[in-house]
């Protein structure tokens, strides 16, 4: 079955514990990226990747890092979370070619106390 | 930059129908999406239009767009319980889909 998915699904964190979201996808896909959800501002985009050891950063890419160093898994890294990194968060993939076909994971809600 | 505006609250009765609006700027998207996120879920693509398209219909669902007015809607018909989630439009723009911040819809029976 094609999927994403992530790791943790949810976790509460204190501030300043270095912490990582894992997200892993089946489907061969050559970019990925993740966002994070809040309310009342939508999904916005943290960071992206078209390959392996190709990022970019996305619209809100402050407090986070990402690695790529295989093609099917795209970790968040948050270094020293805080509690404005409190939020769900939701890795994508897509083949590069049409939107269409691009998969969400579950989603990690964090909470940074 | 490009941005796209939705109304954030939807409510209608059981059987009604639902419009849910959507505006956005990028005139060069290619498609236009629709999404669907059920309470503790990820987001479901409902959708999507072309944009040379001005309709399309797909079961319950109809898309709308009026690209001179950069403006697209979603049209549920006989709205159900289940039908209740939060719905985002979305813009496609290079490297990512650009979200609107969603329109809670609320059915009530």
């Known amino acids: 079955e094609a999927q994403v998915t992530q790791n943790p699904r949810y976790l509460i964190t204190v501030t300043g514990k270095k912490l990582t979201v894992t997200c892993s996808q089946n489907m061969n896909h050559e970019y990925m990226s993740w966002y994070r959800q809040d309310p009342g501002l939508g999904l916005r985009q943290i960071y992206y990747s078209m390959n392996v050891e190709v990022t970019d950063k996305g619209d809100v890419p402050e407090g986070y890092k990402v690695s790529r160093k295989e093609k099917r898994n795209f970790p968040l890294i948050l270094e020293s979370p805080s509690p404005n990194q409190t939020s769900l968060y939701f890795c994508?993939?897509?083949?590069?070619?049409?939107?269409?076909?691009?998969?969400f994971g579950p989603g990690t809600r964090l909470t940074v106390l | 930059g490009e941005d796209v505006e939705q109304s954030l609250f939807l409510s209608v009765r059981e059987g009604d129908s639902s419009v849910i609006n959507c505006t956005y700027t990028d005139s060069s998207s290619t498609y236009l999406y629709w999404y669907k996120q059920e309470p503790g879920a990820g987001l479901q693509l409902l959708t999507y239009?072309?944009?040379?398209?001005d309709m399309k219909q797909d079961q319950r669902l109809t898309v709308l767009l009026n690209k001179k007015d950069k403006h697209l809607s979603l049209r549920i018909a006989d709205t159900q319980t289940g039908d209740s989630a939060i719905y985002f439009c979305?813009?496609?723009?290079?490297?990512?889909?650009?979200f609107g911040k969603g329109t809670t819809l609320s059915v009530s029976s």
């Open positions: 979305a813009e496609s723009s290079g490297t990512a889909l650009i």
């Open positions: 239009i072309f944009s040379n398209m």
């Open positions: 994508a993939s897509y083949p590069g070619t049409s939107w269409d076909e691009q998969f």
